[in-house]
């Protein structure tokens, strides 16, 4: 079965609306983030362009922050001192990557705990290794994880391979997987024998950035694959899974495009509305 990204990112888009609107209505309020990115780039505008339009189809209020790749360190960290102290600011989203002059890590460990809809700093990912409720994950392993809940794959006792070992995608996910009763095998460029280990996932996550990587003698008959890879052949993007070889052997496979990257910027407002109703202490709809 192909579980279908666009599909579930709309269902969630819809519900995060709904919500917004609900607390608008009841509360008179709405959410407000900072959108910073430092270097102007053709598919960087393209991108912060995406995000401003999805934040007015929702009704969140954005706050564009453009910058030149020669401002200091010390400029954007007042910045980010700044939308700290904010009252109506509910998320901080600093584009990545960064210029080389910057301390990436130094930079998004200022950004305060709940004001972290990235979900990127060193408080937020200890909390989820705690499996503590207050974090927030990262958009992309909390995309991984929806995409399996919304199609109903229980992950108690299952068998996980993750393939890749990133502080975005790789190391979160597993942790996630953990919390949800897993037993996680994280695999990174330098395991023996990737190919047995593969072979055992009940449910295989690939986050390696390699193109079609994964081929069918890797994968498991009946497992569930979680292709996470975003790779460009020509003018063409293939994930990191050999689609075509490996779809018919499986119970379940995510597509590329159209798979966790989709669900991935849905998830990324869906922290920005969980960031909103906790600052504003926002109850849940009775
Ligand atoms: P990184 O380059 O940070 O990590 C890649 C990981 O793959 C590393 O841990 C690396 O191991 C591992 N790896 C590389 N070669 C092998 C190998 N031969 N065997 C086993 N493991 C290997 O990438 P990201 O995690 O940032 O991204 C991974 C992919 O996911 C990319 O294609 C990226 O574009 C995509 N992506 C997609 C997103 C989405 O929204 N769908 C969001 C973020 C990323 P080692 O640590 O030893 O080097």
């Known amino acids: 079965m192909l579980m279908d990204g666009k599909k579930i990112a709309k269902e969630i888009k819809e519900e995060i609306k709904a919500e917004i609107d609900r607390i608008r209505e009841q509360y008179k309020i ?9 270097g102007k780039d053709p598919a960087s505008e393209v991108y912060i362009n995406s995000q401003i339009n999805l934040c007015k189809t929702l009704g969140i209020e954005a706050r564009v922050f453009f910058f030149e790749n020669n401002i200091t360190e010390q400029l954007l960290l007042d910045l ?21 002059h910057m301390n990436v890590t130094k930079i998004l460990n200022n950004i305060k705990l709940e004001k972290d809809v990235d979900g990127f700093k060193a408080e937020n990912l200890g909390l989820l290794f705690q499996n503590d409720s207050n974090f927030i994950a990262p958009s992309t392993p909390a995309g991984i994880m929806e995409m399996l809940k919304r199609y109903k794959i229980d992950l108690t ?14 190391k979160p996910v597993a942790a996630l997987v953990l919390n949800a009763h897993g037993t996680v095998t994280i695999c990174n460029s330098y395991t023996k024998n990737l190919q047995e280990k593969t072979r055992n996932a009940d449910i295989l996550i690939s986050a390696v950035g390699k193109p079609e990587f994964i ?7 009946g497992a569930v694959v979680i292709d996470v890879g975003i790779n460009k052949i020509g003018n063409k993007i293939v994930g990191d899974i050999d689609f075509e070889n490996v779809k018919d052997k499986v119970s379940h496979i995510t597509p590329v495009p159209g798979g966790i990257g ?18 504003r202490s926002i109850l849940e709809e009775e």
């Open 30 to 38: 709405f959410p407000e983030v900072a959108l910073i990115m430092v």
């Open 80 to 100: 980010i001192e700044d939308l700290n102290n904010s009252p109506t600011t509910d998320g901080i989203m600093l584009n990545l990557p960064l210029p080389k």
């Open 157 to 170: 006792g299952k068998d996980v391979v993750v393939v890749g070992r990133s502080n975005i995608v790789g």
């Open 215 to 221: 081929k069918a003698d890797m994968v498991k008959e």
């Open 262 to 279: 989709t669900l991935t910027v849905a998830m990324l407002f869906s922290n920005i509305l969980k960031a909103f109703k906790k600052n």
